[in-house]
């Protein structure tokens, strides 16, 4: 029985409102605050340097969500590893770098490969904790693509526990969501750990 063509579905980032000129002169505010002086000619435009900055930080790129048929029925794990990671600590406004490691079992339809990675970005663009990114990323990818299973493994490096408070130099933080077949069935959910390099 043929599969029913669906259109790809436009993502959009919102950008929640961004007011440069505002963001630049409370930034400037912010640094004179600390005591930052904003009169040399170095640090002059520093202000506007970080507005943009965080303006880029908070503004995914929109994309298609490309599907396709399944037609010869893959039903093995298709899996993205080390998808690099940026987003920012919302507790700290600091940054966390890392990578994301997303797999899932195909059902009627397959996701374009270069989609796992825009879905990834998608969801980092903003203010985050670890743990609900992780989960965003597992719980939008199983309602758009509706697979057997799905799994995303985030491994990042937080700023705000590395350059600060405890400065725990070098520590990362492992967070997992699985779905489907691959929280259920112990062997998959063994393979997929396997392929990410992550001990489960």
């Known amino acids: 029985m043929p599969v029913r063509s669906t259109p790809a579905l436009r993502v959009v980032g919102t950008d929640g409102g961004i007011d440069l000129v505002e963001a630049e002169r409370a930034a400037?505010?912010?640094?004179?605050?600390?005591?930052?002086?904003?009169?040399?000619?170095?640090?002059?435009?520093t202000p506007g340097r970080m507005a943009r900055a965080y303006a880029?930080?908070?503004s995914p790129r929109a994309f298609d969500l490309t599907t396709f048929p399944n037609d010869e029925g893959y039903d093995e794990l298709v899996l993205a590893r080390d998808i690099p990671l940026r987003s920012v600590c919302e507790h700290h406004l600091l940054p966390f770098v890392g990578t994301i490691h997303i797999g899932y079992l195909p059902a009627e339809r397959i996701l374009g490969l270069s989609k796992?990675?825009?879905?990834?970005?998608?969801?980092?663009?903003?203010?985050?904790?670890q743990e609900r990114l992780t989960k965003q990323i597992a719980d939008w990818l199983a309602e758009q693509l509706a697979p057997r299973g799905v799994g995303v493994v985030v491994e990042a490096e937080h700023t705000c526990m590395t350059l600060r408070g405890v400065q725990a130099t070098g520590s990362r933080t492992v967070?997992?969501?699985?779905?489907?077949?691959?929280?259920?069935?112990?062997?998959?959910?063994?393979?997929?750990?396997?392929?990410?390099?992550?001990?489960?």
Request: proline share 5%; aromatic share 10%.
């Open 28 to 45: 400037g505010e912010f640094l004179r605050a600390l005591g930052v002086s904003t009169e040399s000619e170095s640090v002059r435009g």
């Open 56 to 58: 880029e930080l908070f």
């Open 116 to 129: 796992l990675a825009r879905v990834a970005e998608h969801f980092s663009y903003r203010p985050q904790v």
């Open 175 to 200: 967070t997992s969501t699985l779905l489907g077949t691959l929280r259920e069935d112990p062997r998959s959910r063994a393979e997929f750990f396997a392929l990410t390099g992550v001990g489960p």
